[in-house]
């Protein structure tokens, strides 16, 4: 697939952040990287599996962990590259995109990629077409 620079150097930073994955259990290594927009960094993460999994931090939270550490604030993403070692590539699960839905527009563009290449582009919207935004407004008890 065809992406710009600035996607091709996040993609080569998720697989190299993939490599880095800690996931001695099920061998399913994960990286991540994401731009937020107005800055030109990139920031990325892998994902850390332990013992007890509800304990594991999959890539996409540790990546947003690292733009929130390094930018503070509230910045909103511009993309997100997903780098696994698995056939078929992995999406975002369910929790990672409710955390990365506080930092996006439903037209975020996520780019999923197996370890070689990035063989899809999806809109966020694609993925979790009914994002919690904000809490809802209490109508009665």
Do not use: H, W
């Not at 850390?48 to 993403?77: F, Y």
């Amino acid at each position: 697939m065809k992406v710009s620079d600035e996607v091709q150097k996040a993609f080569e930073l998720a697989q190299k952040s993939r490599k880095n994955a800690y996931a001695d259990y099920s061998k399913v290594k994960v990286g991540a990287a994401m731009k937020a927009k107005g800055n030109p960094e990139l920031f990325a993460g892998a994902n850390v599996e332990v013992v007890v999994n509800g304990a594991s931090v999959c890539a996409e939270r540790s990546a947003v962990s690292d733009m929130i550490t390094t930018l503070g604030g509230k910045p909103e993403l511009e993309f997100v590259v997903v780098c696994s070692n698995t056939q078929p590539a992995l999406y975002p699960c369910g929790v990672c995109l409710q955390v990365m839905s506080e930092f996006c527009s439903p037209e975020l563009d996520i780019y999923i990629s197996n370890k070689d290449e990035i063989v899809e582009k999806v809109k966020f919207s694609d993925l979790l077409p009914n994002q919690y935004s904000e809490l809802p407004k209490v109508l009665d008890e």
